[in-house]
Nanobody
């Protein structure tokens, strides 16, 4: 089994910063990508940032230039540095990992953390 645990959420004023962390543990084989999603009340879950095993990153347009995703492959951790936070960033942020659990045949699974609340308010 694989477990993802997020931390670092909280209440911050607009323009402030937070750093989210996610640690993956358990029976880890190959992590293809680690991602951050978020979901605000009444909204669809959206991909915020992604990083693959080679370090290639991708960001939602709404956070580009403000958020930075980074990954520590050796520790199976992923981080999300969030700067210049806006009220519209308020959401539950979820860590996600796309893993290959088998290569013959190739089988991939998504794993999810329980989420951490980020509230941006003055």
């Amino acid at each position: 089994q694989v477990q993802l645990v997020e931390s670092g959420g909280g209440l911050v004023q607009p323009g402030g910063s937070l750093r989210l962390s996610c640690a993956a543990s358990g029976n880890i084989f190959i992590i293809n990508a680690m991602n951050w999603y978020r979901q605000a009340p009444g909204k669809q879950r959206e991909l915020v940032a992604a990083v693959n095993s080679g370090g290639t990153t991708n960001y939602a347009d709404s956070v580009k230039g403000r958020f930075t995703i980074s990954r520590d492959n050796a520790k199976n951790k992923v981080y999300l540095q969030m700067n210049s936070l806006k009220p519209e960033d308020t959401a539950v942020y979820y860590c996600n990992a796309l893993m290959s659990i088998s290569t013959t045949p190739l089988v991939q699974r998504n794993y999810w953390g329980q989420g951490t609340q980020v509230t941006v308010s003055s």
